[in-house]
């Protein structure tokens, strides 16, 4: 019998290949993942290459079409061993759990175990407690056997001791998702660069747009090929810091990248604008989990 992932996100695909490297004795997995645009579809592919995942098949998400073209598709790998999915509320995983036949489920985090932790999943009942390969530190309940993604297997691949002196800030949509007004944004990014000396630069989350700071000429930014973790895996030097809002690459990074030499901090964008965080928000939950486990670079930014 075959052992399967199903992922719809490059980070999804990174947390298998730790879970299957580091906890899994079986190591020949093919993967099927859905992709929203031929830049997500690249991202997934080239790590996919990276560490010798094989395609099973591809899914552009289309609304209807999508759900014809999977169930054609898997009726003929209806037999699997190990089950690797990386959303429990994606629906095309939903109804893979439900058509295959297999012996061993597993999911792995994409940031949504924070969300969905306390709330029982009715469609996967007889599967309670589910196993969950998770980047956070947190206790198992009835609904989620919780295992820790210490990075053991990726983190053995990261062992750079020189440095440079280029900051880092892992943006994130908080203009596009209405949170933030775009003018103090950027204007707070600017004041940051400067106080870097011009050596930050801006990696674009995939939902900011470019335009954003077409304006402005003290922001350098970039648009990543691949999962943020894997860049900096990639790169041939530690950066001198790492910084972002509420952002869960902070958690993976510091896990992956362990050096002295390497500062990964918060900002808590709140001292620096007029906003709320609510609790029930993508990054309020984030940031009670930061607050607790890192450190705040909390420098006043004039």
Request: hydrophobic content about 40%.
């Amino acid at each position: 019998m075959k052992n399967l992932i199903i992922v719809s996100t490059q980070f999804q695909l990174l947390n298998s290949i730790e879970l299957i490297e580091s906890h899994l004795i079986e190591k020949n997995f093919r993967l099927i993942f859905i992709y929203s645009t031929k830049f997500h579809e690249k991202q997934i592919l080239r790590l996919a290459q990276k560490y010798n995942i094989k395609i099973l098949f591809k899914i552009k998400q289309k609304t209807i079409i999508q759900y014809f073209y999977f169930y054609f598709k898997i009726i003929r790998n209806l037999y699997v061993n190990t089950l690797i999915i990386g959303n429990t509320e994606d629906n095309i995983m939903k109804a893979a759990i439900k058509i295959l036949v297999f012996k061993n489920l597993y999911f792995v985090d994409d940031g949504n175990i924070l969300e969905c932790l306390n709330n029982k999943p009715n469609h996967l009942n007889k599967y309670l407690p589910v196993t969950y390969f998770t980047t956070f530190s947190l206790k198992s309940n009835n609904y989620y056997k919780l295992i820790e993604n210490n990075y053991t297997f990726l983190k053995s691949k990261n062992n750079k001791v020189r440095k440079d002196d280029k900051v880092f800030f892992i943006g994130q949509p908080m203009v596009e998702s209405g949170l933030l007004e775009q003018e103090p944004y950027i204007e707070f990014i600017s004041k940051l660069s400067k106080y870097f000396n011009d050596n930050l630069i801006y990696i674009l989350h995939p939902r900011e747009l470019n335009s954003k700071f077409s304006d402005s000429k003290s922001i350098k930014t970039m648009r990543l090929k691949q999962g943020v973790e894997t860049y900096f895996m990639d790169r041939d030097v530690l950066p001198n810091k790492i910084l972002s809002f509420y952002s869960t690459a902070l958690i993976s990074l510091s896990k992956i990248i362990k050096s002295k030499k390497l500062e990964i901090n918060y900002i808590d964008l709140r001292k620096h604008f007029k906003t709320s965080i609510k609790d029930s928000s993508i990054y309020g939950i984030p940031y009670k989990y930061l607050k607790v486990n890192h450190r705040e670079f909390s420098i006043k930014i004039r």
